[in-house]
């Protein structure tokens, strides 16, 4: 799915946070959206990932204007998936649980839990759980339905630094299956990583590059 | 269903508090609705025993209060198709130490009605009790009713509460106590068909006095209508009690449960998803209170019965179609007080994920 936004621009009352934001990500695109608070990057991250609705200028998904989706809900839960700072995970629900609560097929799950080596940890609750396995939970839950882009914001902020590149890593692996990540961080090692460096500055985009 | 268990467990103490919030309002409109039919059902058996017809006096608001002339009956009971007339007085008085006891004044050939569990039926200036009142007084020998003393002849039994907690004495002596020859004649007929007639024929015969079928009499009682709109006003205001305590303790759990919310539309989860989610959760909860406040209302029940206070006057019974009124309001108390904070849950916007994660 290629994504493209087109004269982004977003008000928070009377602050301009975007300003004629231009961007396109492609499928298995490792997009790294870096730059100072405030520039803007969370919200592009926001209004990409269908979440904020743009003030003005528009966002395409393959062709499909964003306003022109009519089950969001759908939508994101087949093209779509999101890591946040905080694993979010639902603390009643064991890992296992809470992957599956996402997952159109839920023997998906048990697949990816392997895969993320937490496989032996199917049946632990995430207060029982490192906070690196709990955002590799996140992580899963993300990618269960196999989406074409996963959205994440500040996925390593609360991670030591080993764990932070193994998300990275991770990151990088599935794209190179096919999935796009859009990841926005204040992270430099980030850098290390992404196949696209998007920098914001006082909500424009103030270069791209790529690796 | 083990999804929502788990969450009413994560969040046992909001949930304990809308499961006694629920249990208390659902016990409250058992109760109400037990007590107030019972008193009515209790009421209206005693009318219809031996009484097709019931005559009392025009317009009266209530029975104590009905005065018409026992002379009366004998007319009546010529009349065709008039198996028998009952005259009955009925009033209240103060028994020893009991302040206030249903008195009853009979004609001779009611005595038949009251089951005698031990002794006679009275002889003038004699009075039967009720076999709770009799349990109640510690089986007195003799009982003063106002400042008169009665001999007890007799102890009869009555499934009726207000008998079984009642006095029962001649009509004679109920006319020099309450100071009126009858109160009402209870009338049975031969043949059921023919009360219309009856009733024309009674009322043509004095135009101080009102006959009706006792059905309708039951149907049009204003004592009943007061007892049974008191019993629907309250038995609604507990109903809007709970309702209130669910909406306010489920708002304070979806305020909880933002986080959890807000992930469930990251990931796609349908507004109905989430809405049916805490309807599920409420709904165990609303089956949980239900039982339990059955139980619970059944003991109070049983403990009213039963409690000398209350003279056995008050005798509710939980019948099946109050179960199952009950059930349904339960069912709908719980669904309307969960909607809107689930409606709530269900608009969470993720980007308050994000949001807090840039705090």
């Known amino acids: ?211 | 269903m083990i999804t929502a268990l788990k969450a009413l467990r994560r969040n046992r103490f909001k949930t304990a508090l809308i499961f006694m919030s629920m249990t208390v309002s659902i016990a409250a409109i058992f109760l109400i609705s037990a007590i107030a039919g019972g008193v009515v059902s209790m009421y209206s058996s005693m009318l219809k025993t031996d009484g097709d017809i019931i005559v009392t006096q025009k317009e009266i608001a209530d029975t104590f209060f009905s005065d018409i002339n026992n002379s009366l009956s004998l007319p009546i009971s010529k009349l065709n198709g008039v198996k028998e007339v009952h005259s009955l007085i009925v009033g209240a008085s103060p028994v020893d130490r009991l302040p206030i006891v249903a008195i009853y004044g009979v004609s001779d050939n009611r005595f038949d009605s009251y089951t005698l569990q031990e002794g006679n039926y009275p002889k003038a200036g004699e009075v039967i009790l009720g076999a709770k009142i009799y349990e109640t007084l510690k089986h007195p020998k003799s009982i003063h009713v106002s400042k008169k003393e009665y001999p007890v002849s007799g102890v009869f039994k009555s499934s009726i509460g207000f008998e079984d907690g009642g006095v029962v004495m001649p009509l004679s002596d109920g006319g020099e106590l309450f100071h009126k020859s009858s109160s009402l004649f209870l009338i049975s007929l031969s043949d059921l068909g023919n009360s219309a007639v009856v009733v024309d024929q009674i009322n043509s015969m004095d135009k101080e006095i009102e006959a009706k079928t006792t059905d309708a009499f039951i149907d049009s009682y204003n004592q009943f209508k007061i007892i049974q709109t008191s019993s629907d006003v309250i038995g609604v205001m507990a109903f809007m009690m709970g309702i209130l305590g669910i909406v306010s303790m489920m708002s304070m759990v979806v305020n909880d449960r933002k986080a959890e919310f807000g992930i469930m539309r990251s990931i796609g989860l349908s507004s109905w998803t989430i809405i049916g989610k805490l309807l599920s959760e409420t709904l165990i909860i609303a089956l949980i209170s239900f039982g339990v406040a059955w139980g619970i209302s059944e003991g109070i029940l049983e403990l009213i019965e039963h409690a000398d206070k209350f003279q056995g006057y008050i005798n509710g019974e939980i019948t099946m179609a109050m179960l199952v009124k009950v059930f349904v309001v339960t069912i709908v108390m719980a669904l309307f007080g969960t909607l809107m904070p689930a409606v709530y849950a269900s608009r969470v916007d993720p980007m308050s994920l994000i949001s807090k994660g840039n705090q």
Do not use: C, W
């Open chain 1, 1 to 211: 799915m290629i994504i493209k936004a087109v004269g982004l621009e977003h008000f928070y009352g009377h602050e301009h946070v975007l300003r004629g934001v231009d961007i396109e990500i492609h499928p298995g695109e490792f997009v790294a959206i870096v730059g100072e608070s405030g520039s803007g990057k969370t919200t592009l991250l926001s209004i990409v990932s269908t979440l904020l609705r743009p003030t003005s200028g528009s966002v395409t998904y393959d062709g499909l204007a964003l306003e022109k989706i009519d089950n969001i809900n759908h939508f994101r839960r087949t093209h779509i998936g999101f890591v946040f700072q905080f694993h979010y995970l639902i603390g009643y629900l064991t890992l296992r649980e809470n992957i599956a609560l996402a997952a159109l097929d839920t023997k998906k799950s048990d697949v990816l839990m392997q895969r993320l080596h937490i496989g032996g940890l199917s049946k632990r609750y995430s207060d029982e759980v490192s906070g690196g396995e709990r955002q590799r939970a996140a992580i899963a839950r993300a990618l269960v339905n196999n989406p074409s882009v996963v959205f994440a914001d500040e996925p390593t902020g609360n991670l030591d630094t080993q764990n932070a590149l193994g998300v990275y890593e991770l990151f990088k692996e599935f794209s190179r299956e096919g999935t796009a990540f859009v990841v926005a961080s204040h992270d430099p090692k980030i850098k290390d990583f992404a196949d696209v460096i998007i920098e914001m500055e006082d909500g424009r985009v103030k270069s791209i590059s790529r690796s």
